[in-house]
C-alpha cells in the first residue's frame, strides 16, 4: 500500500519538476500571415471603411521590404513597410510613425493610416507604416526585441530618405503602443518630436490583473518587459493620448489614464471619448473631428 | 489586439477557481492521493469547451472528522509557477437523515514564483453533504471563499474585488478504494465578466463564469 502511494506522489513530483517552460508571451501576437497586401481591396474584416473622399492615389502608396535585426540577432529578418506620401519629398515632409496594433497586418489597418493620410489635408504628412516580423508577408517569429527592431529599421529608412527628429512624429495603436513609446523615449536611430498614443496598456501586469480580477504579480504568467507605464516616465516630447471611454479591452482608467498620469515632459494633453470602444475611436467621435485633434496636436505643439 | 490575449483571462481566472477538496473527512488515518481535471466552460469558436485545469491532492485523516490536505497545482507549475494549497476540513455537524451533515475547509493557497511575484490567498469552503446508499455515495453543494488581502495593483490603483465566492453543487461516487467526483461551480458571479475578453458560459450572462470538474480519489 505504502509503495503504491509512493508512486502516486512520486508521478505527481516528477510532472511538476518537469514542467514550468510555459508563459502567455506569445499570445500577445495575433498575427495573420498574407501571400499579397490588397490595401483597398482587402475583403477581410477591418474596424471601419473609409469614403472615396479618403482616397490616396497609387502613386502616393510605396510598398517595399526593410531589413531589421535585433541588438543580439546575427541575421537581419526582412520585413514589409508602406510609405504613404511622396518619398522623394521626405527630406522635407512631416512623417507619422504608425505603429499597429496586435492584430493580423498592414491590410487590416490600412483603413487607419488612410485616415492619418489625411490629416489637415489629403497627403499633408507622410505615414510609414510597417507590418513587425511575423505579420503579413513579413518573415520571421514576433517578439518584444523584434517589435523595436522592426519599427527601428523603418525609422533607419526614414532617416536616410532625408528625414529630421523634428519632423517625426510617432503614433500608436494598442499594441503599438509599445513601440512607440519605447522608440520615444529611448535612444534609437531617431528620436520623434511628438508621441501619440490611441487605446494604450499600461503593462502585460495590468492586463493580468484586469483579467483575473486579482492583483496578481505579472510575473506569474509572463516574461513581457513591455511596460509603458514606466516607459512613459522618460518621454520627455509633447504627448497626445486618447482613448475610448467603453473600451473594454484595454480600461481606459487601468490602462492609459495611468500611461498619461505618469508622462511629466513638457506638454500633454488628453482626449476621452465617451462611448467608444477599444476599435472605435473614429467612428464614434467621426473621421473628421478625430482628424482635427491629431492635426491641431501635429501643427500647434 | 483582442483575440489571443484571451489566454491570459482564462489563466489567471482558473487560478482561482479549483474544485472542492475533502467535503467529507476521511477516516482516522486513511491516506487519500486526489487528481481533478477541470474548469470554466468557455465559447470557443462554435463549441463550448472546459479549460484543462489539473491539480494532484494528497490528504490524510487526523480524525474522523479532520482531514488535513496538500494539493499542488499542475497547471501553474507549467507556467512556472508554485502553487499549493495546504489546508484542513472540519466536519462540524453530523447527518440527521434528510437534515445534512456540514463541514468547513479553511485553506491557505500559496503562489510563488520569485521574490517579486508570491502571493497568499485564504480560502473558506462552506459544504452541507449528505450520505445515500450502501457505498455511501455523496451529494454536496457549499460554498468557497477566495479572499484578494491586496488593497493595491499595480501603480496603486485600488483593488476593486476583495472577496470572490464559488457556489457549488457536487456528487460523489464511492467505493472502498476509489471516488469518482463530479463538480459543478460558478465562479465569481459577483465580479464582471465583460472586461474578461473570454466569453465566459455562466448562468448570470456578463458576470462569473460556470466551471465543471472530474476528480478521481484513491484511498489507502
Not at chain 1, 512520486?10 to 514542467?19: D, F, P, R
Not at chain 1, 510555459?22 to 499570445?27: V, W
Not at chain 1, 522618460?234 to 473594454?248: K, L, R, S, Y
Request: proline share 4%; hydrophobic share 40%; aromatic share 12%.
Amino acid at each position: 500500500m505504502k509503495l503504491q502511494m509512493k508512486k502516486y506522489i512520486l508521478i505527481t513530483v516528477v510532472i511538476t519538476g518537469l514542467t514550468s517552460c510555459f508563459t502567455l508571451d506569445d499570445n500577445l501576437f495575433n498575427k495573420s500571415e498574407l501571400t499579397e497586401y490588397k490595401l483597398d481591396n482587402y475583403s477581410g474584416d477591418v474596424d471601419f471603411h473609409l469614403d472615396n473622399s479618403f482616397y490616396i492615389q497609387d502613386t502616393m502608396v510605396h510598398l517595399f521590404t526593410l531589413n531589421s535585426k535585433a541588438t543580439e540577432e546575427s541575421n537581419a529578418t526582412t520585413i514589409y513597410a508602406l510609405y504613404i506620401g511622396d518619398i522623394s519629398k521626405i527630406a522635407t515632409d512631416t512623417v507619422i510613425m504608425y505603429c499597429h496594433g496586435n492584430k493580423d497586418h498592414m491590410d487590416f489597418y490600412w483603413q487607419r493610416a488612410k485616415l492619418l493620410a489625411n490629416t489637415k489635408s489629403k497627403n499633408r504628412f507622410g505615414v510609414m507604416m510597417i507590418d513587425y516580423r511575423g505579420y503579413g508577408m513579413s518573415e520571421g517569429k514576433p517578439t518584444e526585441d523584434g517589435l523595436y527592431a522592426d519599427v527601428d529599421a523603418a525609422l533607419k529608412w526614414l532617416k536616410g530618405k532625408g528625414l529630421s527628429n523634428d519632423r517625426l512624429l510617432m503614433y500608436g495603436f494598442s499594441m503599438g503602443t509599445a513601440p512607440a513609446t519605447k522608440l520615444s523615449a529611448e535612444s534609437y536611430s531617431m528620436k520623434p518630436s511628438k508621441l501619440m498614443l490611441e487605446a494604450p496598456f499600461a503593462s502585460a501586469e495590468t492586463m493580468i490583473q484586469d483579467g483575473s480580477g486579482l492583483a496578481m504579480p505579472g510575473d506569474f504568467f509572463t516574461t513581457l518587459k513591455i511596460n509603458n507605464a514606466e516607459e512613459i516616465k522618460t518621454v520627455t516630447q509633447p504627448f497626445f493620448w486618447i482613448h475610448g471611454e467603453a473600451d473594454d479591452f484595454l480600461n481606459i482608467d487601468t490602462h492609459g489614464a495611468v500611461v498619461y498620469s505618469h508622462y511629466s515632459g513638457t506638454y500633454k494633453e488628453s482626449h476621452r471619448i465617451p462611448a467608444a470602444g477599444h476599435s472605435t475611436i473614429q467612428t464614434t467621435m467621426g473621421f473628421q473631428p478625430y482628424l482635427k485633434l491629431v492635426g491641431d496636436f501635429i501643427t500647434q505643439h | 489586439m483582442r483575440t489571443n490575449i484571451l489566454l491570459i483571462s482564462i489563466t489567471t481566472l482558473i487560478y482561482a477557481c479549483s474544485p472542492g477538496r475533502y467535503v467529507k473527512p476521511l477516516e482516522k488515518k486513511q491516506q487519500a492521493v486526489n487528481v481533478s481535471l477541470g474548469g470554466p466552460l468557455i465559447k470557443y469558436g462554435a463549441a463550448t469547451i472546459p479549460i484543462p485545469f489539473l491539480t494532484a491532492n494528497y490528504g490524510y485523516g487526523i480524525d474522523s472528522t479532520l482531514t488535513a490536505f496538500g494539493s499542488a497545482n499542475i497547471t501553474a507549475a507549467l507556467f512556472g509557477n508554485a502553487q499549493v494549497e495546504l489546508g484542513v476540513t472540519k466536519q462540524v455537524l453530523k447527518q440527521n437523515k434528510y437534515i445534512p451533515a456540514i463541514s468547513i475547509s479553511p485553506v491557505l493557497n500559496i503562489i510563488y514564483k520569485n521574490k517579486d511575484a508570491k502571493k497568499l490567498y485564504p480560502q473558506l469552503a462552506i459544504n452541507a453533504f449528505w450520505e445515500y446508499g450502501k457505498h455511501k455515495n455523496l451529494i454536496y453543494a457549499g460554498l468557497d471563499n477566495w479572499f484578494e488581502l491586496s488593497s493595491k495593483r499595480a501603480y496603486g490603483i485600488n483593488q476593486p474585488n476583495h472577496w470572490i465566492f464559488m457556489p457549488m453543487i457536487g456528487h460523489s461516487f464511492n467505493n472502498k478504494k476509489w471516488n469518482f467526483n463530479l463538480e459543478a461551480k460558478i465562479i465569481a458571479p459577483n465580479i464582471s465578466n465583460e472586461i474578461l475578453v473570454v466569453d465566459y458560459v455562466t448562468p448570470f450572462k456578463t458576470h462569473g463564469a460556470l466551471g465543471v470538474y472530474f476528480g478521481c480519489t484513491r484511498k489507502f
